[in-house]
């Protein structure tokens, strides 16, 4: 249960094994996985992020795919899909959701994301193109429609 934001707790993330100020995750969702975040006190938090830091291994699986949310939510792209097809969960668990299925589908070949060489300041360098635009939107679809069951 969350309290208010207090400044003596932080939040969890038990799937990343990270923790987040409030101000960081004002939505108690981890704003890397979606995942909902548990207040803890500010040495638990501190213990289990040192412990987390022994037993993982490198970041570059998350900052993988936090290049992946930047490619394709640069120019306010993210903010438009979530406008657009206005679905029943806040933004940023809707951002790491699409991230997700871009990141799969980059997996499955119908996504491929197009890098430079090396960093450049060009971001037009930086974009995804899609080998099955169909199955995208149809993957999109189904992220953002709520299942119902039949009665």
Known sequence: MVRNGSPKTYLWCQSCR?????????DVTCPVCASS?????????????????ELSGSPLETKHRQLIRLIWTRNGMGERYYRVLAPDMPYSRFEAQVTGLLARGADEGWV????????SADENAYRLEFADEERFVRELEELVTPVTSDA
Do not use: K, T
Request: hydrophobic fraction near 45%; avoid cysteine; aromatic fraction near 8%.
């Open 18 to 26: 990270r923790s987040y100020s409030h101000a960081d995750a004002p």
């Open 37 to 53: 975040l548990r207040e803890m006190s500010r040495f638990a938090a501190i213990a289990r992020g040192l412990m987390a830091n």
């Open 112 to 119: 491929r994301f197009v890098l430079p060489p090396s960093p």
